[in-house]
Every structure is written in structure tokens, then in C-alpha cells.
């Protein structure tokens, strides 16, 4: 069973404007959030993260926002690059340990 | 800089091997993870180690073990490799404390044949 879901596959933009990729939970136990970006034979790395006592956390071009009460998370890139370019999935975790991931959206940044 | 590698980019293995997956970390983290990387299922949990000799089920283990003899390394073992078994394997490992990111390896795309 899925518990943390990201339903759109795939998500085009023009350079320069606004990404907003989704992801919503189903756990309501879930205390920690991430963001991971995946270049094509790549691992994933670490964008950004939140912890549930947040409702909003910034890193230069990217935001997470958390809205508890919906089980909903997104990250917010402003302005879009080329080089973001890339496969984002989300993340769960509580107890500390394990992580429960997204299926992942495919973002093309379009110069 | 965390460094994870993986023993192998790619691998090509035949229907029946045991088959060894290595993974190195430099940063003395406690913990560490294998994934396999799916289209449409994302990443998917099948062991961790939160400490030497220490491992816990994920949430696909079948066909699958793993060992931590040290703590810098972890291995995956496909006791006898089949074609569903094919898929991206990501290593990652952490520290046991906040922050609670991941560090990756690069991969290892396996084919069983």
C-alpha cells in the first residue's frame, strides 16, 4: 500500500516560470519530509526538507510547503532552470528510521 | 563530502546466479539502506541496517538478504537471481540522528538474463 503518493507522473515548464510538484500522505504518524532530485544514473540527492511543526520551509529556489490537516506537501522551484531538469520524489519518515518514497514526477524544464 | 559507492554501475547476471551487491560508506553512519528503483513505483525499501550485524526487512526482502559484518559496509545478496529481479539498485546510508536526509550511491542497473 502506497502511503505516500505523487500522482502526476510527469510535469513540463517554461524557463523561468514556476514548478509546483505534489505529494500527498496518507500517514498521519509520518513527522519528517524530503525532497530528492534524480538525474538519469544518478542517485537521488537531498533538496529540502520539513519537519511536521512547520508549515513552510525556503532554500533559495525552492520552497516545501506542508499542509497537515490536507496530508499534503509541495515543492515550489521559482524560477524553473534547465538544469532542474530531473526526476523529483518526495519522502515520509517516522519512528527515525525507515523512509517511505514517492513514486516520483518527471519535471522538463523547457529553455 | 559523504561518499557512497557501489561496487558496480552494471551488471549482467544469468537466471539462477547468487549475486553480490556491495556498498561502501566513508562518513561512519549507523545507518544504511538498500532501494530498487522502479518505473511507476518509485523507490522501494528491501533491507536496512541501523548497526553492525543489525538488519531489518523492508518491505520487499523476498528474495533477498543482506549482511554488515563492518560498518562501513553493507551488501545485498540475490540468493538465486531472477528476471524480475532486474531493476536499479540504490544504496543510501545516514547518520542515526537529525538531519534525517539520505545519502545515495550512484546505482547499479542489474539485468538477469
Known amino acids: 500500500d502506497q502511503q505516500v503518493k505523487q500522482n502526476s507522473p510527469s510535469l513540463s515548464v517554461q524557463e523561468g516560470r514556476i514548478s509546483i510538484l505534489n505529494c500527498d500522505y496518507t500517514?498521519?504518524?509520518?513527522?519528517?519530509f524530503l525532497w530528492y532530485k534524480k538525474y538519469p544514473a544518478e542517485g537521488p540527492t537531498f533538496l529540502i526538507s520539513i519537519s511536521s511543526i512547520k508549515d513552510k520551509n525556503e532554500d533559495g529556489r525552492f520552497t516545501v510547503f506542508l499542509n497537515k490537516s490536507a496530508k499534503h506537501l509541495s515543492l515550489h522551484i521559482v524560477p524553473s532552470q534547465p538544469g532542474d531538469s530531473a526526476v523529483y520524489f518526495c519522502a515520509a519518515i517516522y519512528t527515525g528510521n525507515q523512509f517511505y518514497f514517492g513514486t516520483g514526477t518527471s519535471l522538463t524544464v523547457i529553455p | 563530502d559523504v561518499k557512497v559507492t557501489q561496487s558496480s554501475r552494471y551488471l549482467v547476471k544469468r537466471t539462477g546466479e547468487k549475486v553480490f551487491l556491495e556498498c561502501v560508506q566513508d562518513?561512519?553512519?549507523?545507518?544504511m539502506f538498500w532501494y530498487r528503483q522502479d518505473p511507476g513505483l518509485g523507490l522501494r525499501l528491501i533491507y536496512f541496517?541501523?548497526?553492525?550485524?543489525?538488519?531489518e526487512k523492508g518491505d520487499i526482502p523476498e528474495g533477498y538478504s543482506v549482511s554488515r559484518e563492518k560498518k562501513e559496509r553493507f551488501s545485498l545478496i540475490l540468493e538465486s537471481a531472477s528476471t524480475n529481479q532486474t531493476s536499479m539498485y540504490l544504496c543510501a546510508s545516514r547518520t542515526g540522528v537529525d538531519p534525517y536526509e539520505q545519502y545515495f550511491g550512484p546505482g547499479t542497473r542489474l539485468t538477469v538474463t
Open positions: 541496517s541501523y548497526d553492525v550485524k543489525m538488519k
Open positions: 562518513m561512519d553512519h549507523e545507518n
Open positions: 500517514n498521519s504518524m509520518f513527522d519528517y
